[in-house]
Each structure stands twice: as structure tokens, then as C-alpha cells.
């Protein structure tokens, strides 16, 4: 069970990537279907990261507390808000302008933060999927009875992103916490290489993406979650 699971994570990074690439060029289009696109991409990875969980409990297999493990805590913040409708369910940043701008075809000023790739890894970058800090911090405060995650997550969570640097640097560049926005990619890439050497015994990979992500998250380093990449950003949706 935990090959086919595995197989559903790996063609999620494959979907992720094509929602987005084809993102720009449909927003003029159809900017429901281009944001819809997206967001169902979103969903496919953080429900194939669960399902990963629930198999690996229900089966016993040696497996890390991924409530003790900011990679995959993270991980399981984001999909629990989205599957119980909290938070505004983590908006990524087109959700966010397309229903909080008073004409989202205009531009708005936005605090971006991306998590730079180690020196080992020198060129690489991720792309770009922002989601809504405020959110997700905000549902971090939410009683244990609605988030079902423990009280410890979000100061787990909030080191692991080193949260109090880039709230900073936002409030200096007076922008607001409710503007502050966090790329997703790199996180889900840290949650691969945290569960790899769990999985790895479990998995018959069998489809070019399964050993390709089976092979690259033993091989590659992660994103340093804790040195950013941030700035102030202009955003809009195009006409």
C-alpha cells in the first residue's frame, strides 16, 4: 500500500508543477479554471502527504512523530486547515487578491518570502507557490478541538520558518502580517527528503516519477528554512 501512496505524492509534484506553469497563461483566459488549477494541485499533495501518514501508522511502520518533526508538522497544519475549513484555508496568494482586492486587476503591495537553497544545491531554486502566513498562523491559535494539532505546533512551526525574522522585515518595510506570504514548494520538498529514509524500504518504484522523487529526495539538500529570500512584492491578476 505504501508503493501506491507513494506513486500519488510523486505525480502530485509533477501536477503542482504543470498547474502552475500553465497558471499565467490561463489567468487571462479563465481565471476560475487557472486558480482552481492550482488550488486542486495544492489539495492532491498535502492529501497524498496524509495519506502517506495514516498508512505508515496503520501499518506500524517505523515512522517519525510528524508532530515532532517541523517538515512534516508544517505539512499537516496546511491540510488540516484546508480539509476542516479553518483559516480561510491557508489562501494562496491568487485566492487572496482575487476576493480581497477591490479590483484585483490592480496592483497591490504584498511581503513575499522564499527559503534559500544551501550551498550544495547552488542554482537550484524552487518555483513559486505563495500561501497566506497570516493564515496559517492564525490557525495555529485555534484550539486544539479545531486544528487537531498540539499546542507545541506552532512554536515548532514558527522556528522552523524562523517566523519572528520575517514578520520583522515585513513590519519594516510597513507591510502587514495579513500580506505576508510563504512559498509552499520548497516546504513540501522538505517533507520528502524528512520521510525518505522511512519510505524508501516500503516502495516499489515502478513509474519514472516515483524513481525519480525516490532517488531526488535521498540526493538532495534542503531548503534553509530558516535564511530568506524575502522582499516586498507588486502583485495582480491580469486582464
Known amino acids: 500500500m505504501l508503493t501506491y501512496s507513494f506513486e500519488d505524492l510523486a505525480q502530485t509534484f509533477r501536477v503542482l508543477l504543470e ?8 489567468l487571462p483566459v479563465d481565471r476560475g479554471e487557472a486558480i482552481g488549477n492550482l488550488e486542486t494541485a495544492i489539495n492532491a499533495k498535502l492529501n497524498s502527504f496524509h495519506n502517506l501518514y495514516d498508512l505508515m501508522q496503520q501499518n506500524k511502520i517505523n515512522l517519525p512523530n510528524w ?5 512534516l508538522c508544517i505539512i499537516l497544519a496546511i491540510r488540516n486547515a484546508r480539509h476542516h475549513n479553518k483559516a480561510n484555508r491557508i489562501r494562496s496568494i491568487y485566492n487572496y487578491h482575487r476576493y480581497t482586492a477591490e479590483n484585483p486587476l ?8 522564499d527559503f534559500k537553497a544551501p550551498p550544495e544545491e547552488e542554482g537550484g531554486d524552487c518555483f513559486d507557490v505563495p500561501l497566506s502566513w497570516n493564515d496559517l498562523d492564525s490557525f495555529l491559535l485555534l484550539p486544539r478541538k479545531e486544528s487537531f494539532m498540539r499546542p507545541e505546533a506552532r512554536i515548532l512551526i514558527r522556528d522552523y520558518l524562523n517566523a519572528d525574522k520575517f514578520e520583522k522585515d515585513a513590519s519594516s518595510s510597513g507591510i502587514e502580517k495579513n500580506e505576508i506570504f510563504f512559498n509552499f514548494v520548497p ?14 524500504p516500503h516502495v516499489k518504484a515502478d513509474s519514472i516519477e516515483a524513481k525519480y522523487f525516490l532517488h531526488h529526495f535521498d540526493t538532495v539538500f534542503p531548503a534553509l528554512t530558516k535564511s530568506h529570500e ?4 507588486s502583485f495582480k491578476l491580469p486582464k
Open 19 to 26: 498547474a502552475n506553469f500553465q497558471l499565467n497563461q490561463l
Open 67 to 71: 508532530y515532532e518533526v517541523p517538515e
Open 106 to 113: 490592480n496592483a497591490r503591495k504584498y511581503f513575499y518570502v
Open 187 to 200: 516546504l513540501t520538498l522538505n517533507a520528502g527528503i524528512a520521510l525518505h529514509d522511512y519510505v524508501k
Open 230 to 233: 524575502s522582499g516586498a512584492i
